[in-house]
């Protein structure tokens, strides 16, 4: 299985929505909180992964691609994509 980072803050309801959807899945991840530094942390994803809007959290990275927030992760599983993302070939 491809290693799952999620990025988050701890008082962010899409975050707590992303890391159930992950449990729920028993999906193993990391989980790096943000919460104490959170302005130059978003800074740094940005700059890293490099996003051109506001960096908003979740930020999900599967396999080392980032694919996105919450709405992303939830329809990719909805489609049954992320099981197929989540596979090593």
Not at 11 to 38: F, G, H, Q, R, V
Request: proline content about 3%; overall charge negative; charged content about 30%.
């Amino acid at each position: 299985m491809k290693d799952v980072i999620i990025y988050t803050v701890d008082y962010c309801p899409y975050c707590k929505k992303a890391l159930m959807l992950l449990n729920s899945k028993n999906i193993p991840y990391k989980n790096i909180d943000i919460t104490e530094n959170e302005e130059e942390h978003r800074k740094k994803l940005g700059d890293y992964y490099g996003i051109q809007d506001k960096v908003t959290v979740p930020q999900i990275i599967i396999g080392g691609r980032r694919i996105g927030g919450f709405d992303v992760l939830e329809k990719l599983d909805n489609s049954g994509e992320l099981d197929e993302m989540l596979q090593d070939w």
